[in-house]
């Protein structure tokens, strides 16, 4: 088998793997257990309507933008945002060149949970547990993109807001920013997977601490609780004009033809985690398929034994070894560069 032929069946194996990967961990809830039916749910929520969830794939750079967007509400998800959350996230999930994706709140405010309107429509128990489900489901399948996950906290994540952040690999957050459980002061514990990503993250103990005390959770408290990776400062104009020349000169560099501001979103929020995520991760020089079977192995080691977890390594190894990837990285390291 020639060197080409080899790198198209390798391409081909490792994509037919990651498809199977990201499949096998995606739903808690399976059509019919406890009575779960995700159509008939979807009907339910969309009839509470009220904002947007944006989502932008940039083909380009590997980097997907998805925007909480119900500004009037401080971000808080309505019936439709949640359906519409889904399915954003369900494409992502099956895009095979995909590197990142960025969450963030529009108008500098991240999330506020649900819309009263919406936890109105699910009052009873049973109601309340079929949304219960339903976004388990979907901050699941988030937690496990083949994607690295960055939200940039502002304003405030309240409630389920403070849910949605924990399922994201990342977090940054704006020196003002504010992060609250708020669920006690509401009669109720988190119901969106917040308390198991919650207690990995941070651990029993912090858990339990900021779940009982639902108190405001400052960024330099959450930055020192280790529930956000970096603190960072919106206000600092010579930080927006050193973003804006490095991407300026990036776009040079890649002989874009599309215009600057085409290629790069006009919210500093973006180009903050953008330059972050370069930064920290070289995703311009990184293969989509490998920094996936990364996230892969990683997922798979946080739901699986260790045993289980030890064969899933072994198939996902298989799965990059003698690709593009590795044999361009084997040729550099021969010939010197």
């Not at 957050?173 to 988190?190: R, S, W």
């Given at each position: 088998?020639?060197?080409?032929?080899?790198?198209?069946v390798?391409?081909?194996r490792?994509?037919?793997?990651?498809?199977?990967?990201?499949?096998?961990?995606?739903w808690?809830?399976?059509?019919?257990?406890?009575g779960?039916?995700?159509?008939?749910?979807?009907e339910?929520?969309?009839?509470?309507?009220?904002?947007?969830?944006?989502l932008?794939?940039?083909?380009d750079t590997?980097?997907?933008?998805?925007?909480?967007?119900?500004?009037?509400?401080r971000?808080?998800?309505?019936?439709?945002?949640?359906?519409?959350?889904?399915?954003a996230?369900?494409?992502l999930?099956?895009?095979?060149?995909?590197?990142?994706?960025?969450?963030?709140?529009?108008?500098?405010?991240?999330?506020?949970?649900?819309?009263?309107?919406?936890v109105?429509?699910?009052?009873?128990?049973?109601?309340?547990?079929?949304?219960?489900?339903?976004?388990?489901?979907?901050?699941?399948?988030?937690?496990?993109?083949?994607?690295?996950?960055?939200?940039?906290?502002?304003?405030k994540?309240?409630?389920?807001?403070?849910?949605?952040?924990?399922?994201?690999?990342?977090?940054?957050?704006?020196?003002?920013?504010?992060i609250?459980?708020?669920h006690?002061?509401?009669?109720?514990?988190?119901?969106?997977?917040?308390?198991?990503?919650?207690?990995?993250l941070?651990?029993?103990?912090?858990?339990?601490?900021?779940?009982?005390?639902?108190?405001?959770i400052?960024?330099?408290?959450?930055?020192?609780?280790?529930?956000?990776?970096?603190?960072?400062?919106?206000?600092?104009?010579?930080?927006?004009?050193?973003?804006?020349?490095?991407?300026?000169?990036?776009?040079?560099?890649?002989?874009?033809?599309?215009?600057?501001?085409?290629?790069?979103?006009?919210?500093?929020?973006?180009?903050?985690?953008?330059?972050?995520?370069?930064?920290?991760f070289?995703?311009?020089?990184?293969d989509?398929?490998?920094l996936?079977?990364?996230?892969?192995?990683?997922?798979c080691?946080?739901?699986?034994s260790?045993?289980?977890?030890?064969?899933?390594?072994?198939?996902?190894?298989?799965?990059?070894?003698?690709?593009?990837?590795?044999?361009?990285?084997?040729?550099?390291?021969?010939?010197?560069?």
């Amino acid at each position: 088998m020639n060197k080409c032929r080899k790198v198209l069946v390798v391409k081909s194996r490792v994509e037919s793997f990651l498809y199977a990967t990201n499949r096998r961990f995606s739903w808690v809830y399976k059509e019919g257990e406890n009575g779960y039916d995700n159509r008939a749910i979807e009907e339910t929520l969309v009839t509470a309507q009220g904002g947007s969830v944006d989502l932008t794939v940039d083909h380009d750079t590997g980097i997907s933008l998805l925007k909480i967007n119900n500004s009037a509400k401080r971000n808080a998800f309505s019936g439709n945002m949640m359906v519409s959350l889904k399915k954003a996230v369900e494409k992502l999930s099956s895009w095979k060149n995909g590197k990142a994706l960025i969450l963030y709140g529009a108008n500098h405010q991240f999330c506020s949970g649900a819309d009263l309107n919406t936890v109105r429509r699910f009052s009873s128990k049973q109601e309340g547990e079929k949304m219960c489900m339903y976004m388990q489901n979907t901050l699941t399948l988030l937690h496990q993109l083949p994607l690295l996950t960055v939200a940039f906290v502002e304003g405030k994540a309240i409630g389920g807001g403070a849910e949605l952040l924990t399922a994201c690999d990342f977090r940054l957050i704006n020196e003002d920013a504010e992060i609250q459980f708020v669920h006690k002061k509401m009669g109720l514990t988190p119901g969106w997977g917040g308390v198991t990503r919650l207690v990995r993250l941070i651990g029993r103990d912090k858990a339990l601490h900021l779940l009982s005390a639902s108190n405001k959770i400052s960024a330099q408290d959450a930055l020192h609780l280790g529930l956000v990776d970096k603190l960072v400062q919106l206000t600092q104009r010579d930080l927006f004009r050193e973003i804006r020349a490095r991407a300026e000169l990036a776009s040079k560099d890649l002989n874009h033809e599309k215009p600057l501001q085409q290629l790069y979103s006009p919210d500093i929020t973006v180009h903050i985690a953008i330059d972050w995520l370069q930064t920290k991760f070289d995703l311009d020089n990184t293969d989509p398929k490998v920094l996936q079977a990364i996230k892969a192995s990683v997922t798979c080691c946080s739901n699986l034994s260790l045993l289980e977890s030890l064969k899933n390594e072994r198939n996902i190894f298989k799965s990059v070894w003698g690709g593009e990837a590795n044999l361009k990285a084997l040729d550099e390291i021969k010939f010197g560069k």
